[in-house]
């Protein structure tokens, strides 16, 4: 875009910072006009300009607090590198479509406000992976071209992933079916290699041999309402959700019996999406 050509070196320096993973911020997926962007809640570019790694950046404007991070986040949005929307509901039929963006003329910067972003950051990285493809291709066609040795080497080491392959669904199918014999045999059953499709790395889904297959248990709730009798008394709830205090008659006259009484409050949940 125009805008963000003539931004000052600094600012853009700022806008490749929130751009690339060092910053942490929280990016979602958004629809703007049909098409896919990424969005973020200001308050989360504060907190980026604000963390030790912006510090040990160079070349950068200098942020001590978070006045000064908005003064500079509001320099980066005169540039049109990210612009204020308005979210809507979701785009499609489903609650977990991409919610609707919609840019709002008169632009700002606040941090509870949500920012679509219009800068696709360094390019180095997209330029660098076509030209790795467009050798990749070239070596493919060129193949007949290669000296014996290569066209070796590479028949080798495709007979050898494949192999590799081969043993992973070998391992997969042995174990389900010794998982079944032991569930027969030795209840609840075992598992060989358990976390072999576990979201780990290659030599931890080797790690245990072996495990016993035992259901997690589920985290007990915790009671929110206490001291309710079922059996003695008529309490009453509030129906419009203000706090109310409803003594519990009973017909016990005894000290011990004395009368209760329940407070009953709804609190709204805070969506700080």
């Given at each position: 875009?125009?805008?963000?050509?003539?931004?000052?070196?600094?600012?853009?320096?700022?806008?490749?910072?929130?751009?690339?993973?060092?910053?942490?911020?929280?990016?979602?997926?958004?629809?703007?006009?049909?098409?896919?962007?990424?969005?973020?809640?200001?308050?989360?570019?504060?907190?980026?300009?604000?963390?030790?790694?912006?510090?040990?950046?160079?070349?950068?404007?200098?942020?001590?607090?978070?006045?000064?991070?908005?003064?500079?986040?509001?320099?980066?949005?005169?540039?049109?590198?990210?612009?204020?929307?308005?979210?809507?509901?979701?785009?499609?039929?489903?609650?977990?479509?991409?919610?609707?963006?919609?840019?709002?003329?008169?632009?700002?910067?606040?941090?509870?406000?949500?920012?679509?972003?219009?800068?696709?950051?360094?390019?180095?990285?997209?330029?660098?992976?076509?030209?790795?493809?467009?050798?990749?291709?070239?070596?493919?066609?060129?193949?007949?071209?290669?000296?014996?040795?290569?066209?070796?080497?590479?028949?080798?080491?495709?007979?050898?992933?494949?192999?590799?392959?081969?043993?992973?669904?070998?391992?997969?199918?042995?174990?389900?079916?010794?998982?079944?014999?032991?569930?027969?045999?030795?209840?609840?059953?075992?598992?060989?290699?358990?976390?072999?499709?576990?979201?780990?790395?290659?030599?931890?889904?080797?790690?245990?041999?072996?495990e016993w297959d035992i259901p997690?248990?589920?985290?007990?709730?915790?009671?929110?309402?206490?001291?309710?009798?079922?059996?003695?008394?008529?309490?009453?709830?509030?129906?419009?959700?203000?706090?109310?205090?409803?003594?519990?008659?009973?017909?016990?006259?005894?000290?011990?019996?004395?009368?209760?009484?329940?407070?009953?409050?709804?609190?709204?949940?805070?969506?700080?999406?």
């Amino acid at each position: 875009m125009e805008h963000q050509a003539k931004a000052p070196p600094e600012l853009k320096k700022v806008a490749q910072f929130l751009r690339s993973g060092e910053a942490g911020m929280k990016v979602r997926v958004g629809a703007l006009n049909g098409k896919r962007v990424d969005y973020f809640k200001g308050k989360s570019a504060v907190k980026a300009l604000l963390s030790p790694a912006y510090q040990k950046k160079k070349g950068m404007p200098t942020i001590g607090n978070e006045e000064e991070a908005k003064t500079v986040l509001r320099a980066v949005n005169s540039f049109a590198f990210f612009l204020l929307v308005q979210r809507g509901g979701p785009s499609g039929s489903s609650s977990s479509s991409p919610k609707s963006m919609q840019i709002i003329q008169e632009q700002r910067f606040a941090p509870d406000e949500y920012y679509a972003w219009f800068y696709a950051g360094s390019q180095w990285t997209t330029y660098a992976g076509g030209a790795a493809m467009v050798a990749i291709m070239l070596a493919g066609v060129m193949f007949p071209l290669w000296p014996p040795i290569m066209r070796l080497g590479v028949w080798y080491l495709s007979i050898g992933m494949l192999g590799l392959i081969g043993l992973f669904f070998i391992i997969a199918i042995l174990r389900l079916i010794f998982y079944i014999i032991t569930v027969i045999v030795a209840s609840p059953g075992i598992w060989i290699f358990p976390k072999l499709f576990a979201d780990v790395g290659f030599v931890e889904s080797f790690i245990p041999l072996w495990e016993w297959d035992i259901p997690k248990k589920k985290s007990k709730k915790k009671k929110s309402e206490k001291g309710e009798k079922s059996d003695k008394g008529k309490t009453k709830a509030s129906s419009n959700g203000s706090t109310a205090e409803i003594p519990a008659e009973t017909s016990d006259t005894s000290p011990s019996s004395a009368s209760r009484r329940t407070k009953i409050e709804e609190v709204e949940d805070d969506d700080d999406a």
